[in-house]
């Protein structure tokens, strides 16, 4: 039987506000979760506890990155558990080199980078696929020569040549998608589709695999079309759904914080999305997610030309803030396949 990724439970509805702020939010939560989040300023993944507001001091866990051009601006990280490599942190990095970004994945409990490879353009998101062992990043650009950037962007799979192996340290060996501003990844293992966010699109990938069950490509098997770019794509902890982000102001209108789910025909055979409700009419908002009693957090930057900020909010009670902190993502940091 597949493990399966998205968690259940009772969802606690969110509520629509207005100018980028929420006038109303849900309950407190009843529940002390942990929260792992990329902060920009010092380079670090950092784990907190929701429970508590005041973020500064020395967090629970932390890991910093190497002080080299294609890690810096530490972009995503996600916590999942592995057969050979035991619990590992996978995180990403837009860099500043000519040659890309990063990907890595870090145990958590020695903190050693256990594989690492250079990603094409400026990676926003990364994911692993559960019983494949393969490592996905988006790009939302193209690197080209030198530091220039060409239109376009998407999306990488480092693949093991055998279960239970690391995959490549070279994207000259992965399986590239083209995914113009592709900004996030999601792994639904319940449903065994990989989902993808970008410009103007929300995408389900089915895997192609070969007889051995080897990731060979991918192929599409259903979108969902909207206006402006998808920065975000998480699940909803506390349902079957997901969440996506799309950033834009007020002239766009589909900026804002939405949910969906893949729907499965089996009459027709084919997969489709379910029509999207919009949750929170946001303008910046760079990562949401529900926790698994339903309490929303999220980090919505101040501004468009402003992709950080120094607080997570957490729906019921005041936000947690770091002095001088730039979060750029908070992820919920359990994420037990069950």
């Known amino acids: 039987m597949r493990r399966r990724t998205l968690l259940r439970g009772v969802v606690t509805a969110g509520l629509a506000a207005a100018g980028g702020a929420a006038t109303v939010r849900p309950a407190a939560a009843s529940t002390d979760y942990l929260v792992v ?10 784990r907190f506890s929701n429970g508590t507001t005041d973020w500064n001091g020395t967090p629970g866990w932390y890991w910093s990155a190497p002080a080299t051009d294609t890690w810096r601006l530490l972009s995503d990280a996600k916590r999942r558990v592995t057969a050979n490599w035991d619990d590992v942190l996978v995180c990403c990095a837009n860099g500043s080199s000519s040659t890309g970004g990063r990907a890595a994945m870090v145990r958590e409990s020695d903190k050693a980078v256990i594989w690492t490879a250079v990603v094409p353009g400026n990676p926003h998101s990364v994911e692993r696929i559960d019983g494949h062992g393969a490592v996905v990043t988006a790009s939302s650009k193209a690197r080209v020569f030198g530091d220039a950037y060409q239109s376009g962007g998407g999306i990488n799979l480092f693949v093991p040549s055998t279960h239970g192996g690391l995959p490549p340290t070279s994207y000259a060996d ?16 319940a ?29 599409l098997v259903a979108t969902l079309t909207f206006s402006g770019t998808g920065h975000d794509l998480q699940p909803d902890y506390a349902s079957e759904d997901v969440f996506y982000t799309v950033g834009g ?44 009693d339903g309490t ?37 940091w359990s994420h037990v396949l069950t």
């Open 191 to 219: 449903n065994e589709l990989l989902l993808a966010i970008g410009d103007k699109e929300l995408r389900a990938y089915r895997l192609v695999t070969d007889a051995g069950d080897i990731i060979t490509g991918l192929t």
């Open 249 to 292: 102001d007020a002239t766009n209108p589909d900026h804002g914080v939405w949910k969906t789910r893949p729907v499965y025909d089996a009459a027709t055979g084919t997969w489709s999305f379910a029509a999207p409700t919009r949750l929170h009419d946001w303008y910046y908002t760079k990562s949401f997610s529900r926790l698994p």
């Open 37 to 46: 989040v990329v902060e920009q300023a010092a380079n670090q993944i950092q």
């Open 174 to 189: 992965s399986i590239s998608v083209g995914f113009s501003g592709a900004h996030g990844v999601l792994w639904d293992d």
């Open 296 to 332: 929303e957090f999220w980090v919505d930057a101040p501004s468009a030309a402003t992709w950080w900020n120094d607080t997570v909010g957490f729906s019921g009670r005041a936000d947690s803030v770091r002095t001088g902190a730039k979060f750029y993502k908070a992820r919920f």
